[in-house]
């Protein structure tokens, strides 16, 4: 099986404040985010990764096979890569114990927001991805979505304001 991934921008080195449209997928887009606990875990372990990267996470959500997440560097020092990679690496240890698989596919895919970049629709793309996936019908429905900057219901009025 071929395993594909995006490469990281050569002349850009991922560290400061920059915001991220972040998507990373599941081993064979394997559906192990179905699984409550798995799921809270993962988005356990994303904010603690985050916390300790200086990453703010203005929205997430753990779809089946894979998480999307806008995340934005709340310091100099804030490196995505580091941020990711300890994110990735302490979620497959525990999944690689009690499954002895591979959680995560190789690599992930980054979009470095520009500044003209509306972070509200990328917000919206994000909690609205279970509504376009037929698993709810309401994102607020969706229990595996939210933010760590604010509160899901927040987040989602913004996103319906700044709509109409």
């Known amino acids: 099986m071929h395993l ?14 920059y915001r991220y449209f972040l998507t990373i997928c599941t081993f064979r887009r394997t559906r192990v985010f179905t699984e409550d606990a798995v799921a809270r875990e ?12 200086q990453f703010w996470v203005i929205a997430y959500c753990a779809m089946p096979d894979h998480i999307h997440a806008l995340v934005a560097g709340e310091h100099e ?15 497959s240890f525990e999944w690689r114990r009690r499954n002895a698989t591979c959680l995560w596919q190789r690599g992930y895919f980054e979009h470095v927001l520009r500044d003209d970049e509306d972070t509200i629709g990328v ?16 994102p607020l429905d969706y229990p595996y979505l939210g933010s760590f900057t604010t509160t899901a219901r927040e987040l989602l009025y913004s996103v319906q304001i700044e709509r109409t």
Do not use: C, M, W
Request: proline share 4%.
């Open 4 to 17: 594909t991934y995006a490469p990281r921008l050569r002349s850009f080195d991922y560290r400061g404040y």
């Open 42 to 53: 993962v988005i356990a372990q994303l904010s603690h990764a985050a916390g300790a990267h």
């Open 123 to 138: 917000a919206r793309y994000i909690i609205e991805n279970p509504v376009r996936a037929g698993l709810v019908t309401n």
């Open 77 to 91: 020092t804030a490196d995505l890569r580091e941020f990711i990679r300890i994110f990735k690496q302490r979620t």
